[in-house]
Nanobody, 124 residues
């Protein structure tokens, strides 16, 4: 059984940084195209970043490109999301998930095995 656990969220001032972690048990993350999504109150879950299906490259939402970086440590079976220059609009619950199909990298329905999420709050 796959179990994903996010951590690293918190309260930060605008312009600050956080690094989120997604640790997995029951599955070797390096074999899968992992991604990060976020969901703000009253809004739909939206794509943030992910690895390509081959795992060689990455995709980012326009709103975070140049500020956020997705990475992985295969030895620790963990995927990270480094978030810099945070803005109040980045406030949301952040989720990691495993993609199950090569297409639709930015669609939640292309993923399964979601973590419980970690809250990120950016104050102005």
């Amino acid at each position: 059984q796959v179990h994903l656990v996010e951590s690293g969220g918190g309260l930060v001032q605008a312009g600050g940084s956080l690094r989120l972690s997604c640790a997995a048990s029951g599955r070797t993350l390096s074999r899968y195209a992992m991604g990060w999504f976020r969901q703000a109150p009253g809004k739909e879950r939206e794509f943030v970043a992910c690895f390509t299906w081959s795992g060689i490259s990455t995709y980012y939402a326009d709103s975070v490109r140049g500020r956020f970086t997705i990475s992985r440590d295969n030895a620790k079976n963990t995927v990270y999301l480094q978030m810099n220059s945070l803005k109040p609009v980045d406030t949301a619950v952040y989720y990691c998930a495993q993609r199950i199909k090569p297409s639709g990298y930015n669609l939640p329905r292309s993923y399964d095995y979601w973590g419980q999420g970690t809250q990120v709050t950016v104050s102005s």
